[in-house]
């Protein structure tokens, strides 16, 4: 299984500023996603991090909130743009192999927006 | 979008007891998982169960699949204090990205 990291684990943040969240995972793994997950909510899919090339973003998500990066096979940045107090979530990025299904997640970043 | 939908979305038992899940989807998938989250952190990945299988098991963990119905099952035994979080579903999506459920949250009390 792989080991994913997260930094920063919390932050406060104040309207209109923007937070880059970052995601390491202890081996190349071929797929990464991220997913955000509102208070009390289920996970909701952000976008895919493609490795060298722009991040494939779900409906309702667009690149100018949710810039991502992706410059390698084992780290992703994404960052929340611009952020407003319907932003505070925990982002959780995720990481998928080629030759296994299983889907492994990061510890979370919870982000609180005032 | 969310495909699968937990039932019920939330349950209380004693240490000891056997708790049930149960998770509903729409359309046909590849493979179903189960996760758990403690608490607002991240999510620990405990079982992948495919098309094929209809059961497997690990430790105290036991997931059943139907895909006639659509639907998948959950069962913790003997359940601890320590099994209280919230238990997720999630199918495959496009892309290899995951659709999850809402969640039942499970509270074991001693």
């Known amino acids: 299984s792989a080991v994913i990291s997260q930094k920063p684990s919390r932050d406060i943040c104040q309207r209109g500023t923007s937070l880059t969240i970052q995601c390491q995972v202890d081996s190349q793994v071929t797929m990464m996603f991220w997913y955000r997950q509102q208070p009390g909510q289920s996970l909701t899919l952000i976008a895919t991090?493609?490795?060298?090339?722009?991040?494939?973003?779900e409906s309702g998500f667009v690149i100018d909130k949710f810039p991502i990066s992706r410059p390698n096979l084992t780290f992703s940045t994404l960052t929340v743009s611009n952020m407003s107090p319907e932003d505070s979530s925990i982002y959780l990025c995720s990481a998928q192999s080629s030759s296994a299904y299983e889907q492994y997640f990061g510890p979370g970043t919870r982000l609180t927006v005032t | 979008s969310q495909q699968g939908e937990e039932d019920p979305q939330a349950l209380s038992i004693q240490e000891g007891e056997n708790a049930t899940m149960n998770c509903s989807y729409k359309t046909s998938i590849n493979n179903l998982q189960w996760y758990r989250q403690n608490s607002g952190r991240g999510l620990v990945h405990l079982i992948l169960i495919r098309s094929n299988e209809r059961e497997k098991h690990s430790g105290r963990l036991r997931v059943t699949l139907d895909t006639s119905k659509k639907s998948s099952s959950l069962l913790i035994t003997a359940s601890r204090a320590a099994d209280t979080a919230s238990y997720f579903c999630a199918t495959d999506a496009p892309g290899y990205a995951l659709n999850f459920g809402k969640g039942t949250s499970l509270l074991v009390t001693p």
């Open positions: 991090a493609n490795q060298g090339s722009e991040a494939t973003y």
